[in-house]
């Protein structure tokens, strides 16, 4: 029987989200806690880098904490932005975004329509002339890299932000009959805060292959993966689980 979910992600802002259906659906509680968080580099941590944010002409966004940091670190550094800096976000919501920071019309952005970095390249090749600067986590793979390569465009990537472990507080309650967990830190962290964790009667639900992995590395058990061909999402995959389990 699973009575209470934790969903080791912010709460949705829309009160129409399918997890809210299910807990409606099966009188379940579902319970979002993030089992990490997004953390900035210090002014001082990022020299270490050794690089100048303004010798380059154009700036490549893959998220929002990615523009969040790259602006607040520019603050802390008292870097001021030249009016001809380019960005190139890899989606028209994240392009958006910059609004927040700088005053979008008087700008040069460009953006990508997929959410992947491949169809935001061939705008950067247009404008092969410029200095590229990525803004990154200290988690990432080199995808951006090689493309970026193969194109012989110059660029450079530099962490201004971490993922780091949302630690569990001694009097917060750990009393769930499920966890959903959406990358591999969240198995991580989980462990971090709980090094005896005894999964016993805890079902495990991920979302993509990497997590999936991380809690078979892990020595725990899988009990429900998504996105499949049956459950293309995680709250498709739930809402099957949890019929399955309470009915």
Request: with cysteine; glycine share 4%; charged share 25%.
């Amino acid at each position: 029987m699973i009575k209470k979910i934790l969903v080791s992600q912010p709460k949705p802002t829309s009160e129409k989200s399918p997890y809210f259906e299910i807990a409606s659906k099966y009188g379940v509680e579902v319970v979002f806690r993030p089992f990490i968080k997004i953390e900035g580099l210090s002014a001082k941590e990022f020299r270490q880098q050794k690089v100048s944010i303004l010798d380059y002409t154009a700036v490549v966004f893959t998220s929002r904490n990615a523009i969040d940091h790259f602006f607040l670190l520019c603050k802390e550094l008292r870097v001021t932005i030249p009016e001809d800096m380019k960005y190139f976000c890899i989606t028209e919501t994240i392009a958006l975004y910059i609004q927040k920071y700088v005053q979008y019309r008087k700008r040069k952005v460009f953006f990508g329509s997929t959410g992947k970095v491949d169809d935001l390249i061939p705008a950067m090749v247009k404008h092969k002339t410029e200095k590229y600067l990525v803004p990154l986590s200290d988690v990432h793979n080199d995808e951006i890299t090689n493309l970026l390569d193969a194109k012989k465009l110059i660029h450079k990537e530099v962490v201004m932000y971490r993922t780091v472990s949302n630690d569990f507080k001694s009097d917060e309650k750990f009393d769930y009959d499920m966890l959903i967990f959406f990358s591999p830190s969240g198995i991580q962290a989980l462990l971090k805060n709980f090094p005896k964790f005894e999964q016993k009667d805890i079902a495990i639900g991920t979302f993509g292959p990497a997590t999936a992995q991380a809690v078979k590395d892990a020595g725990l058990r899988l009990d429900m993966e998504a996105p499949t061909s049956q459950y293309p999402s995680i709250t498709a995959a739930l809402d099957d689980f949890v019929k399955k389990h309470n009915c």
